[in-house]
């Protein structure tokens, strides 16, 4: 969506355009996409700004990423001038194996997921960021070159750090270092438990896990996905995902709908997944 | 709302109603700081506190604009007294304001 096409939907010759084109207007309001977009002077302003209520991240609004909102209140204050939101979207590649890494991103309702390839096959899922976490935690263990592709599952938004910064913060807050280590564990954790789960169980409970699990980090029960991108996720042929994805439509445990996927039975579909879904959880 | 008659005072001190506003802004973007600023300095002396200000801020509350059909912010809505009446941009036109406000203008 082009600024142009925003500008254009506004009603010609009316005193928004020409309140534009005197430079008064920070924002547009577009109902046809439901998005308030900044333009570019009022952005750079505020990207600028360093009180957090001035960004429009009331200090007093909920946080919504897990990371962050499990620091206290005062180390969270710090980090929040360096911070910025950005809209990530479908299909964007955050970080390539070997790549420097330039930002830390914390999801707010966008879903990242880590993949690795081994050579001649498609890229696997090894992991996969939402809500709960962060995107770069590599940077935190002191290495800042990223070992996987980053790679935005699910259009939304995430708070952005740059590297040098984040670098400071983390050495400066003891919070955030025991925060960062925990949730390192955890995925940790999450990778040994995949490696099990891959070698031992089958697509269909995989499968339903791995919807299981992309709901929990978009906290929604809808999200799209093709057959082919979670053929690549399970490592598996597409045709044994659409199989299982089968499976549990006939089981009206989902739908699943030109790439669309929603979770009509959740603990139906719990049933389903094998165990590893609630071990990982823990 | 309510809406309560005051004898005319003074020129200048030109109240009769309380005047309703709700002012929508973009953060701590510079148009909409400027036109708070605007907006108040214009309160102080026409309305002397016979106004209700709200101030929206769309990035906090995008729901909001939209539902209220506000296109562009900073945007200003006269509510109360009727006509209502809408000014956009950051307010430093201050004869466009007061026009809104259906204020007259000490220096006219």
Redesign the interface.
Same mark, same amino acid.
């Given at each position: 969506m082009s600024l142009q096409n925003v500008l254009s939907r506004l009603p010609k010759g009316g005193p928004e355009q020409r309140a534009i084109e005197a430079g008064e207007i920070d924002a547009i309001i577009d109902r046809a996409s439901s998005n308030v977009i900044l333009l570019p002077a009022a952005r750079r302003a505020l990207r600028g700004l360093s009180s957090d209520a001035r960004r429009g991240l009331s200090s007093d609004a909920p946080i919504a990423n897990g990371v962050l909102a499990a620091l206290p209140r005062k180390d969270y204050l710090a980090l929040l001038d360096g911070l910025e939101p950005v809209a990530l979207t479908y299909g964007t590649v955050l970080y390539e194996p070997g790549e420097l890494i330039a930002h830390v991103f914390f999801p707010v309702d966008c879903l990242v997921s880590l993949l690795t390839a081994v050579e001649g096959h498609p890229a696997t899922e090894v992991g996969m960021v939402g809500r709960e976490g962060i995107v770069g935690i590599t940077l935190a263990l002191g290495m800042d070159v990223s070992s996987i592709r980053a790679l935005v599952q699910g259009t939304g938004t995430a708070m952005r750090m740059n590297a040098a910064r984040f670098r400071r913060e983390f050495e400066r807050s003891l919070p955030l270092q025991r925060g960062l280590y925990r949730y390192a564990n955890a995925k940790l954790a999450l990778a040994r438990q995949t490696v099990a789960c891959n070698q031992f169980h089958a697509v269909e409970p995989r499968l339903a896990r791995w919807l299981l699990m992309t709901s929990d980090r978009l906290a929604s029960d809808e999200f799209i996905l093709t057959q082919r991108l979670l053929a690549d996720i399970l490592g598996v042929l597409r045709a044994a995902v659409s199989r299982a994805a089968g499976s549990l439509q006939q089981r009206r445990l989902i739908r699943y709908r030109r790439g669309k996927i929603r979770i009509l039975d959740r603990q139906g579909l719990e049933a389903a997944s094998c165990r590893c879904y609630t071990r990982i959880e823990a | 709302m309510s809406r309560r008659r005051h004898t005319p005072k003074k020129r200048g001190a030109g109240v009769t109603t309380v005047v309703v506003l709700r002012l929508y802004?973009?953060?701590?973007?510079? !148009?909409?700081v400027q036109a708070i600023a605007n907006l108040e300095a214009i309160c102080r002396e026409y309305l002397k506190g016979g106004h209700r200000l709200e101030v929206v801020?769309? /990035?906090?509350h995008?729901g909001r604009?939209?539902a209220e059909g506000? /296109?562009?912010?900073?945007s200003l809505e006269k509510l109360s007294p009727l006509p209502t009446a !809408?000014?956009?941009? !950051?307010l430093?036109d201050k004869a466009k304001v007061l026009l809104a406000l259906g204020v007259k203008d000490k220096a006219q």
């Amino acid at each position: 969506m082009s600024l142009q096409n925003v500008l254009s939907r506004l009603p010609k010759g009316g005193p928004e355009q020409r309140a534009i084109e005197a430079g008064e207007i920070d924002a547009i309001i577009d109902r046809a996409s439901s998005n308030v977009i900044l333009l570019p002077a009022a952005r750079r302003a505020l990207r600028g700004l360093s009180s957090d209520a001035r960004r429009g991240l009331s200090s007093d609004a909920p946080i919504a990423n897990g990371v962050l909102a499990a620091l206290p209140r005062k180390d969270y204050l710090a980090l929040l001038d360096g911070l910025e939101p950005v809209a990530l979207t479908y299909g964007t590649v955050l970080y390539e194996p070997g790549e420097l890494i330039a930002h830390v991103f914390f999801p707010v309702d966008c879903l990242v997921s880590l993949l690795t390839a081994v050579e001649g096959h498609p890229a696997t899922e090894v992991g996969m960021v939402g809500r709960e976490g962060i995107v770069g935690i590599t940077l935190a263990l002191g290495m800042d070159v990223s070992s996987i592709r980053a790679l935005v599952q699910g259009t939304g938004t995430a708070m952005r750090m740059n590297a040098a910064r984040f670098r400071r913060e983390f050495e400066r807050s003891l919070p955030l270092q025991r925060g960062l280590y925990r949730y390192a564990n955890a995925k940790l954790a999450l990778a040994r438990q995949t490696v099990a789960c891959n070698q031992f169980h089958a697509v269909e409970p995989r499968l339903a896990r791995w919807l299981l699990m992309t709901s929990d980090r978009l906290a929604s029960d809808e999200f799209i996905l093709t057959q082919r991108l979670l053929a690549d996720i399970l490592g598996v042929l597409r045709a044994a995902v659409s199989r299982a994805a089968g499976s549990l439509q006939q089981r009206r445990l989902i739908r699943y709908r030109r790439g669309k996927i929603r979770i009509l039975d959740r603990q139906g579909l719990e049933a389903a997944s094998c165990r590893c879904y609630t071990r990982i959880e823990a | 709302m309510s809406r309560r008659r005051h004898t005319p005072k003074k020129r200048g001190a030109g109240v009769t109603t309380v005047v309703v506003l709700r002012l929508y802004i973009a953060g701590g973007a510079p !148009n909409s700081v400027q036109a708070i600023a605007n907006l108040e300095a214009i309160c102080r002396e026409y309305l002397k506190g016979g106004h209700r200000l709200e101030v929206v801020d769309v /990035l906090e509350h995008p729901g909001r604009a939209m539902a209220e059909g506000v /296109l562009v912010t900073p945007s200003l809505e006269k509510l109360s007294p009727l006509p209502t009446a !809408n000014v956009v941009g !950051n307010l430093s036109d201050k004869a466009k304001v007061l026009l809104a406000l259906g204020v007259k203008d000490k220096a006219q």
